[in-house]
């Protein structure tokens, strides 16, 4: 029994190296024909990796070790948008990180949290983000708009999480790059657990002020004079910007390697849907992204 365990473990160890040696040479090949950007850490990527951590705590939530310090680290491709409205794809890397402190403090991709109170299954807190900006080099519709600087998030969250549900809002107020504010709305279920297989469901509803909205989707009567593809001045209005469906899927390695799928769909929404960066011939209101990623919890 004992040499039967020991060769179901090496057979785990040596199929999780195969398949990190997989997804290693898939990101070599993608990010080889991708001439911009191959990591992407973009806004509409951090919703749908958060989309993959909170699926796979709420249905694997002994994945973390016990401990007062937990790591979950993983590496991943995927086809993402070049910007939130494009209608061109590619394949690039996805990081996924995530470090938890005594179930108080998690760092969550570029987002830091902190559980300031905790009453049975409702938690709610301060957080800090650090969101990337775009450069206008990420695709040709951008050229001549410039760029959005990377900036500071602060603001706080409020959710409530059984062992297959979660319900969620966090607010967060940029501290530069005239972003603004926003404010996200998320819901998840678990919908399958069987042996070392895994299915969750999700879905998300963003919401941005005026000035977030004009930054992301307006135009300028300046942008407009330099963009190469001549876009006509556009007034983005604050409210719901997009929606997106989130499934994920996984399948337990082992003890602390998960090999994890996504396919988010999203729609764009009011003013970010009427940008010209989405109706003029560049974008699209729908936004996909799917990808597969192996992690490892210690």
Known sequence: MREKE???????LLYSAGI???LSTIWSVGTAHATSQPIDISDRVE???EAVQEGLEILWPEGFPKEDFSFRLGIGTGFTPDYVGSDNYRLRFLPILEVKYKDVWRLNGTKLSYTA???????????????FGRSESQNKALRGLGNISDTVEVGGF????????????????????????TLRLTVGHGILKKGPFFMGVGARAKIMNKKGMQTNFGITQQQSDQSEYGFTPYEAKAGFSEVSGNVVAGYRLNENARIVSLLSV??????AKNSPLVTSGTGSKYQIIAGTAITFSF
């Not at 409020?158 to 530069?176: P, S």
């Open 117 to 131: 109170i905790s009453r049975g299954h409702f938690e709610a807190g301060p957080l800090i983000n650090y969101r």
């Open 47 to 49: 919703s749908a990796v």
């Open 20 to 22: 990190a040696a997989l």
């Open 158 to 181: 409020i959710q409530y999480r059984t062992k297959k549900m979660l319900l969620n809002a966090d607010f967060r107020q940029a501290l530069g790059a005239s972003q603004g504010q």
């Open 266 to 271: 999203g729609r764009l929404l009011n003013g």
């Open 6 to 12: 020991m060769g179901k473990k090496k057979q785990s």
